[in-house]
């Protein structure tokens, strides 16, 4: 089956410093991976997407994550943390093209001290 | 451009009871999902639609109905609600290739 595993429940950076929010999953095919990230009360909003191709993906606000599929992981990154990313973000794989149904992981909160 | 559009944003329920959340998107996306997001476990699958007349279960199926009569709506009901059934359900829509889009939730309690 299926399943995603962010083994980082909270993570405190403080800003300006580096960020790495791992994440791995399990699917027996060509995974689709996405990270999504929200904000206290909000809905998810899509960092980034993987579904072919050059293994380093970039998205929105700086962050970047690189799939690696001989360790079944696909970890986000940002080189520079802001105040305003501290969010809870999730990791998904997505099954039958990434369209139809997403496995989500059960989060990571970020915070950051100033 | 609305994308997803979840009403109400907040309901309190009495063990029982019933009520629909409603789902309605404008970007003429195929498919639909509603999810249940509680602390600690993500967002798991309730139900999901690949097109109008199509539904399917997902992981946690068990006390809601879904029915996707249109390409636009996709209303979740909850026939008689449990307080095991507190917590913010969203729902989302994609068209193939590009992720989901989500909405802004609604944030159900029961007692």
């Known amino acids: 089956a299926q399943s995603v595993t962010q083994p980082d429940i909270h993570i405190t950076v403080s800003e300006g410093a580096s960020l790495e929010l791992r994440c791995n999953y399990s699917y027996g095919a060509t995974p689709y991976l996405f990270w999504y990230v929200q904000s206290p009360g909000q809905g998810l909003q899509l960092l980034l997407k993987y579904f072919s191709g050059d293994t380093l993906v970039q998205g929105i606000k700086g962050f970047e994550a690189e799939f690696k599929r001989s360790q079944s992981s696909f970890n986000l990154r940002k080189p520079s943390v802001h105040w305003s990313d501290a969010a809870e973000y999730f990791c998904?794989?997505?099954?039958?093209?990434?369209?139809?149904?997403?496995?989500f992981g059960a989060g990571t909160r970020l915070a950051v001290h100033p | 451009n609305a994308g997803v559009t979840q009403t109400p944003k907040f309901q309190v329920l009495k063990t029982g009871q019933s009520m629909t959340l409603q789902c309605a998107q404008d970007m003429n996306h195929e498919y639909m999902s509603w999810y249940r997001q509680d602390p600690g476990m993500g967002l798991r699958l309730i139900h999901y639609s690949v097109g109008a007349g199509i539904t399917d279960q997902g992981e946690v199926p068990n006390g809601y109905n879904v029915s996707r009569s249109t390409t636009e709506d996709f209303p979740l009901r909850l026939l008689s609600a449990a307080p095991s059934q507190t917590s913010v359900y969203f729902c989302a829509s994609s068209s193939e290739n590009y992720g989901y889009t989500f909405g802004s939730g609604t944030r159900l309690t029961v007692v």
């Open positions: 998904a794989v997505g099954t039958s093209g990434g369209y139809n149904k997403l496995i």
